[in-house]
C-alpha cells in the first residue's frame, strides 16, 4: 500500500510499504483522510526523536473498519466510520488513574509510537482500544470533516480549561490554523465576543470569514488598549495565547481582567521558553493561568458532536483536499499559510 513514511528530518517519502495485518485485540482501518497537522510539518523540517522511524506519520486520520480482531473490545462493526484520541494512554499510570489520559506518562501517539494514518490502512492498536481512544462518527459524517475531530478536540480541552462560561469575551492571540480552530470552537461553546489578534492580513482575513468580531493587527494598533476599548476597561475573560512565542504569552497576563483565565495553548520550543511576567496581575487579579495538550477521549467526542452538526464550519477549516502522494504540495501550502487545514486523501 502507499503510505508517507517518516525517515529523518526533511527525509519524508511517499512509498509502497507492506499493508498491515489485523491482530486478534485490533482493529483495521481503511483510511480515506487524513489532516496535515502543524506537527507534521515541524517533524519534516526539524525532525523529531520521538518518532520510531521508518514509520508512516499522520495522526488526524479517519476511515471505515475494514476488519475486527475477533477478541477487539469496544463493539465496532466492519463499516463504522471512526475517528481517534490519537495520544494512546497507558491506562495505569498516576495520571491515567486520575481520568487525565491526555497527560499520561507512557503516551505512545499514532504516526510517533504506532504507524499512523497517512496511510491506505491502518491498524488500531488494543491499547487504543482498550483505553476508549477510539470514537465512531455518525455514518453520513464526510470524511475531510472527521479528519479534523483531532485538532479540534485539542481546542475543546483548551476551552475546557479555560472554563469559557457563555458570552465570555475571548481574546486569541495567533490566527494560525489552532488559533483559528480555537475561536471557532469557542464560539460554538457559547462565547460572546471573540477578539483575535495576528500580525498577518491575511489570517485577519480568514479570521474575519469565519466569524471572529474585532481583528486587531498588533503591529499597527495598540493591543491593550483595543482590548481594554472592547471590554469596558476591565480585560478579556478569557486569553488563548495560539502564537508560539513568548511576547504573546508574556503580555496576555496583562490582556485580561481580574479573575480572568490565560491559556497558553501554543508550545514554546524548549530552551526558548523562559518567560519573564509580571506576578502582580496574577496576584491581585487572582488570576488563572493554565496550559493546555493534547486531548482524551472525552474532547474528541465532543469534537465530533461539533462538526457534525456543523457548530464547527468544518467546510470552511478543511481548506485543500490533496492526494495521498502530494504531502510535500501540502507542506508548501501550510507554510504559505494558504492552508489552514490540508486533508490528503489515500
Ligand atoms: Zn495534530
Ligand atoms: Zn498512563
Redesign the pocket.
Known amino acids: 500500500m502507499q503510505a508517507v513514511v517518516y525517515h529523518a528530518p526533511g527525509d519524508i517519502r511517499v512509498e509502497d510499504v507492506p499493508s498491515p495485518t489485523c491482530g486478534p485485540a485490533e482493529l483495521l482501518v481503511q483510511v480515506d483522510a487524513c489532516?496535515v497537522?502543524?506537527?507534521?510539518l515541524k517533524s519534516f523540517r526539524h525532525g523529531n526523536p520521538r518518532i520510531k522511524a521508518p514509520l508512516p506519520m499522520g495522526?488526524?486520520f479517519t476511515g471505515l473498519v475494514v476488519e475486527v480482531g475477533t477478541n477487539a473490545v469496544g463493539g465496532f462493526a466492519v463499516g463504522d466510520r471512526v475517528v481517534m484520541a490519537?495520544s494512546i494512554s497507558c491506562g495505569d499510570c498516576g495520571y491515567c488513574r486520575r481520568g487525565w489520559p491526555n497527560l499520561c506518562v507512557n503516551l505512545a501517539p499514532m504516526g510517533f509510537s504506532f504507524p499512523g494514518g497517512m496511510a491506505e490502512q491502518v491498524v488500531i492498536p488494543e491499547l487504543a482500544l482498550r483505553n476508549g481512544h477510539v470514537i465512531r462518527t455518525p455514518a453520513d459524517m464526510p470524511a475531510e470533516h472527521a479528519a479534523l475531530a483531532?485538532?479540534v478536540s485539542?481546542a475543546v480541552n483548551s476551552l475546557e480549561q479555560c472554563q469559557l462560561a457563555p458570552g465570555d469575551t475571548v481574546l486569541v492571540l495567533g490566527g494560525g490554523p489552532m488559533g483559528l480552530i480555537n475561536a471557532c470552537v469557542a464560539r460554538s461553546l457559547g462565547a460572546g465576543k471573540i477578539i483575535l489578534s495576528e500580525i498577518n492580513d491575511d489570517r485577519l482575513a480568514r479570521a474575519e470569514q469565519l466569524g471572529c468580531d474585532v481583528l486587531i493587527n498588533p503591529q499597527r494598533d495598540d493591543l491593550a488598549k483595543r482590548v481594554a476599548a472592547e471590554t469596558d476597561g476591565l480585560g478579556a475573560d478569557v486569553a488563548i495565547v495560539a502564537a508560539p512565542a513568548a511576547a504573546p504569552q508574556e503580555q496576555a497576563i496583562s490582556l485580561v481582567r481580574k479573575r480572568g483565565t490565560v491559556c497558553l495553548f501554543a508550545s514554546l520550543p524548549s530552551g526558548k521558553s523562559m518567560l519573564q511576567v509580571d506576578s502582580r496581575p496574577i496576584h491581585y487579579g487572582e488570576l488563572r493561568v493554565v496550559g493546555t495538550s493534547d486531548s482524551a477521549p472525552r474532547h474528541v467526542e465532543k469534537a465530533v458532536e461539533l462538526l457534525a452538526t456543523s457548530a464547527v464550519p468544518a467546510a470552511q477549516l478543511a481548506t485543500h483536499s490533496l492526494p495521498l502522494a502530494s504531502i510535500h504540495e501540502a507542506f508548501t501550502l501550510m507554510e504559505s499559510g494558504e492552508a489552514l487545514r490540508v486533508v490528503l486523501k489515500p
Do not use: F, L, S
Open positions: 489532516a497537522c502543524g506537527t507534521d495522526h488526524e490519537t483531532e485538532p485539542c
